[in-house]
T-cell receptor
Framework: KAGVTQTPRYLIKTRGQQVTLSCSPISGHRSVSWYQQTPGQGLQFLFEYFSETQRNKGNFPGRFSGRQFSNSRSEMNVSTLELGDSALYLC???????????????FGSGTRLTVV | GESVGLHLPTLSVQEGDNSIINCAYSNSASDYFIWYKQESGKGPQFIIDIRSNMDKRQGQRVTVLLNKTVKHLSLQIAATQPGDSAVYFCAEGSRGFQKLVFGTGTRLLVSP
């Protein structure tokens, strides 16, 4: 069973540019969430999507956005990149029980974004 | 704000010892907890989870204990091996909020 796949693995961008990261969840998982990991702030929640709808959003500026497609694949976009956006961006997919309760969050290997 | 914290940033043990990694969480509404292991250059790897209706759950060489009274979570690793060396994170979630809040992490160093 394939895990969570994130592409690309590494990315170098210049300040002011924009970037799009991709995440393919585990087959059958309908929820995809995104996290940013930095040495200073640790793992921080960006947003979560379920059936193409954003259900929750973290405390990040509007430059960070995302979407989910009908096949559950998700993308996140960061516009007008800043040096501080350099981080490991992680995607997690999860199953849900009959009550809509997410569990078994499985992470991908992440995309390492460096802004220069 | 909400937070999940760890008591020890680094834990050094000898191979074969049992390791205990602790975590304090602050949101009493959290009802789902997960432990992750993260090795350098990799994403967090799911170890074990526990729901708030349980106080103990066991996996292969790992046990998670949950004490809701004092809002404390621990991960016990039996017969620790060099391959267990990594950073361990606890994370909490709740049914109403589809997100996980992560602790700061504990680095486990296992010496042969």
């Amino acid at each position: 069973k394939a895990g969570v796949t994130q592409t690309p693995r590494y990315l170098i961008k210049t300040r002011g540019q924009q970037v799009t990261l991709s995440c393919s969840p585990i087959s059958g998982h309908r929820s995809v969430s995104w996290y940013q990991q930095t040495p200073g702030q640790g793992l921080q929640f960006l947003f979560e999507y379920f059936s193409e709808t954003q259900r929750n959003k973290g405390n990040f500026p509007g430059r960070f956005s995302g979407r989910q497609f009908s096949n559950s694949r998700s993308e996140m976009n960061v516009s007008t990149l800043e040096l501080g956006d350099s981080a490991l961006y992680l995607c997690a997919s999860s199953r849900h029980d009959a009550g809509g309760y997410g569990y078994g969050y499985t992470f991908g290997s992440g995309t390492r974004l460096t802004v220069v | 704000g909400e937070s999940v914290g760890l008591h020890l940033p680094t834990l050094s043990v000898q191979e074969g010892d049992n390791s205990i990694i602790n975590c304090a969480y602050s949101n009493s509404a959290s009802d789902y907890f997960i432990w992750y292991k993260q090795e350098s250059g990799k994403g967090p790897q799911f170890i074990i989870d526990i729901r708030s209706n349980m106080d103990k759950r066991q996996g292969q060489r790992v046990t998670v204990l949950l004490n809701k009274t004092v809002k404390h979570l621990s991960l016990q690793i039996a017969a620790t091996q060099p391959g267990d060396s990594a950073v361990y994170f606890c994370a909490e979630g709740s049914r109403g909020f589809q997100k996980l809040v992560f602790g700061t992490g504990t680095r486990l160093l296992v010496s042969p």
